[in-house]
């Protein structure tokens, strides 16, 4: 009964770690803004580094199955 949920929850980190990161890698190569208002150098890292949280999140759902 409770995999449902851990199911869930790693595809929703995972869908959303994916898109985060093709989203921010797409803006980076056309050097367009990635979060409006911050500098170009601050928001790659920190936009790259939730997606990789996000991912790394993913993972440690399905792996608790």
Do not use: I, Y
């Amino acid at each position: 009964m409770e995999s449902g949920p851990a199911v869930f929850a790693a595809t929703v980190f995972l869908l959303f770690g994916t898109a985060l990161l093709a989203w921010t890698g797409a803006r980076a190569r056309r050097r367009a803004p990635v979060a409006e208002g911050v500098r170009h150098a601050v928001a790659v890292p920190v936009a790259v580094l939730a997606g990789g949280v996000s991912l790394a999140l993913g993972v440690w759902c399905l792996g608790r199955l």
